[in-house]
């Protein structure tokens, strides 16, 4: 598991997370994403089109995050590769429905903006 982050200007901040958001790789990660996203300046957007697996324990994880931003004021959303078992993932469990999600890069920061 690996997590990165870049601050695209003042008020957006990219966090890309690569590997298995397993249970193993989600408390690998959970403290520094956690950190990453507790900014109240800044939009997210979470890219995970390099996650191969994505775990309840990992959406869980997206999903705390994003409400404590949004109880900040923030606002994260996902990037996502549409053709991936994450999309699918995501889509099967509703979560698509709490937490907006783009194939699109472009897209996922206009809508962060937003």
């Known amino acids: 598991m690996s997590i990165e982050f870049e601050d695209v200007d003042a008020s957006l901040r990219r966090i890309r997370i690569t590997g298995r ?11 520094k994403f956690a950190s990453l996203s507790a900014s109240t300046a800044r939009r997210i ?11 309840s324990f990992g959406i869980r994880e997206l999903i705390t995050n994003a409400k404590a931003m949004q109880q900040r004021g923030g606002k ?7 053709n991936s078992t994450v999309h699918k993932t995501l889509e ?15 897209e996922a920061d206009q809508a962060a903006l937003s």
């Open 76 to 82: 994260m959303v996902l990037l996502v590769d549409a």
């Open 92 to 106: 099967t469990t509703g979560i698509d429905a709490l937490l907006p999600m783009f194939a699109n890069a472009q």
């Open 45 to 55: 957007v979470v890219d995970l089109t390099g996650v191969s697996f994505l775990a």
């Open 21 to 31: 958001l397993d249970i193993p790789g989600t408390e690998a990660i959970a403290i």
